[in-house]
């Protein structure tokens, strides 16, 4: 029987799986104790289960566990690697390395600081949403000290060619941080093959709880730090202060373990999947994939339906859970900036639908998402002014639109 | 955010989608908005020798409550003569809808398109068009 609505938005959160609950439910009640708490077991039995769970978060990524902070989740991971480098390494130099189509935690770390006295390039990216390589080696200078380019991308799933960036940051001598909260879990991460020295993840991505992430922050060859963002008791090595948040990281280690374990045959079941999807979909006129379709996470397809509004379909697309880079509803009125970076026109990212499937996705909920949209796409197309334009053979770039 | 009953309403049952013959002289025109906003709505008027509209058809490309905002504008301008026509104000579509403020630049574009549908019908008829402030609420 198939069950509505049907969540498609695993790109924005997860479901948590219950064997994760269920790892985390005792540490809520009788486990309660403050893993800092050295002098009586209930502290010692906290600390233990975090110890487990900075393991198998460990894991997950190739790295080790003192390696591992635990933090809120990835805005606050991020905020710490961007702000707690600069503040760290800027006796060194002053400018950062990062992207346009970074989420909007990387960038607004990095507009803090220019604000602060820093420097940071901004790389545009291809139509295919990848960086250009030599972009990125002709904007280090001697002053760069740190480079933060995201593993895969939130609103398409392009993945970035993270070893050859690494490469060029080793070179260079400068720090490599990658925001990999769509990536760990999804696909194969390891810190060492991949070079990287700082990484941010979280709990509610890969199907653990919200409110618990991690920064990895490497040990060795080099060794690197951050300042801490939050001061207090000096937790976490001292870069990151407060109580841990005992039953969530015991829920985010539970979430790494699993997903590690099932990652190989759930990628490819995911992808099979979104193939499917987007076969089906795109069996429609002017319908078109955003992003490059080959180095992208298997679960995740952004597609736009060109002539028909996003907002205005996700409405159409009932018992369907999905977003859109459309902003009707934004006071700006601005399109994604994520695909309007790929050079697509405004109209085209008005149309965008972006489907994520996960891991309680069925197939007969993808047959279902297939039907569903192609009868709203049909007709919001037969509402749509511009369809009927397109279809009598107008060319709508020729028409002088009236702002509004 | 939710829509309201009504939006709902008008976006799965819309009334009076369509296409007049713009190439008649009785029928009166209005296209608005601009694909890179995210709004294009086209609205037409038919209207007979005294002056009343007998016939009222749209097409939208936007969202829910653009779309429901010329729908409802053309149920409203069938049975009206032109001048009555000029009253409706994006404010009674806000309020008929209960638009979000978000939404109100979707009632904004449906004034835009009855008044610009209006001239185009004036015009046609070798009748002054209205000089119309520019309706930003």
């Not at chain 1, 479901?15 to 540490?27: N, T």
């Not at chain 1, 922050?217 to 300042?227: L, M, Y």
């Not at chain 1, 078109?288 to 339906?305: A, M």
Request: net charge negative; charged share 25%; glycine share 8%.
């Amino acid at each position: 029987m198939l069950e509505l609505p049907i969540y498609l938005d695993n790109n924005a959160t997860t479901p948590m799986d219950p064997r994760v609950l269920e790892a985390m439910l005792p540490y809520f009640t009788n486990k309660f104790g403050n893993a800092a708490s050295r002098n009586h077991s209930f502290g010692w039995v906290a600390e233990e289960a975090v110890d487990y769970a900075r393991g198998q978060a460990a894991k997950i990524i190739g790295a080790n566990e003192k390696e591992i902070i635990f933090t809120s989740g990835a805005t606050e991971s991020n905020n710490l690697a961007i702000k707690g480098v600069f503040e760290m390494y800027q006796q060194k130099g002053n400018h950062i390395i990062t992207v346009v189509t970074e989420h909007k935690c990387v960038l607004d770390s990095a507009h803090h600081i220019e604000k602060i006295g820093g420097k940071v390039t901004f790389l545009q990216v291809k139509p295919d949403g990848l960086i250009d390589l030599k972009e990125l080696e002709d904007a280090i200078t001697d002053k760069t000290i740190l480079i933060s380019v995201m593993y895969a991308n939130n609103e398409i799933g392009v993945i970035q060619p993270v070893r050859e960036i690494s490469a060029i940051a080793r070179k260079h001598g400068v720090l490599f941080h990658t925001d990999a909260t769509q990536a760990v879990g999804k696909i194969p991460v390891d810190v060492n093959a991949d070079g990287i020295d700082l990484l941010s993840f979280t709990g509610h991505k890969l199907y653990g709880p919200k409110g618990c992430g991690a920064l990895y922050v490497r040990r060795k060859n080099p060794r690197v730090k951050v300042t801490a963002q939050i001061d207090g008791g000096g937790h976490e090595r001292g870069m990151r202060s407060g109580t841990l948040n005992v039953p969530g990281i015991v829920g985010f280690g539970k979430a790494c373990e699993i997903a590690m374990e099932e990652m190989a045959t759930e990628s490819v079941r995911l992808a099979a999947l979104r193939d499917k999807l987007e076969k089906g979909v795109t069996v429609m006129e002017e319908t078109y994939v955003n992003g490059n379709t080959e180095n992208r996470l298997p679960h995740v397809s952004n597609v736009s339906f060109k002539y028909v509004e996003g907002e205005g379909l996700m409405m159409a697309m009932k018992d369907l859970a999905v977003s859109s880079g459309s902003a009707c509803t934004s006071a700006s009125l601005e399109p994604s900036y994520v695909l309007k970076s790929l050079g697509l026109n405004d109209d085209l990212a008005h149309s965008s639908i972006r489907f994520g499937l996960g891991r309680f996705t069925t197939e007969e909920e993808v047959d279902y998402a297939i039907e569903v949209t192609k009868k709203a796409v049909t007709h919001l197309r037969e509402l749509s002014p511009l369809w009927e334009m397109f279809k009598e053979g107008i060319d709508l770039d020729s028409i002088e639109w009236a702002e509004h | 955010m939710a829509y309201s009953e009504k939006v709902i309403d008008h976006y799965t049952h819309p009334r009076n989608v369509g296409t007049l013959d713009k190439a008649k002289k009785n029928v009166g025109t209005g296209l608005v908005g601009a694909p890179e906003c995210g709004d294009v709505m086209r609205l037409q008027i038919e209207v007979d020798d005294n002056h009343v509209i007998t016939d009222a058809k749209f097409k939208t490309f936007g969202c829910g409550s653009a779309i429901a905002s010329s729908s409802l504008a053309t149920e409203w301008l069938k049975g009206k003569t032109v001048d009555q026509a000029m009253e409706i104000d994006n404010m009674d579509i806000v309020e008929e809808l209960a638009l979000p403020p978000v939404k109100i630049h979707c009632s904004v574009l449906a004034e835009d398109a009855i008044k610009s549908a209006i001239n185009d019908y004036r015009v046609k008829n070798g009748l002054e068009p209205i000089q119309l402030e520019k309706s930003h609420h």
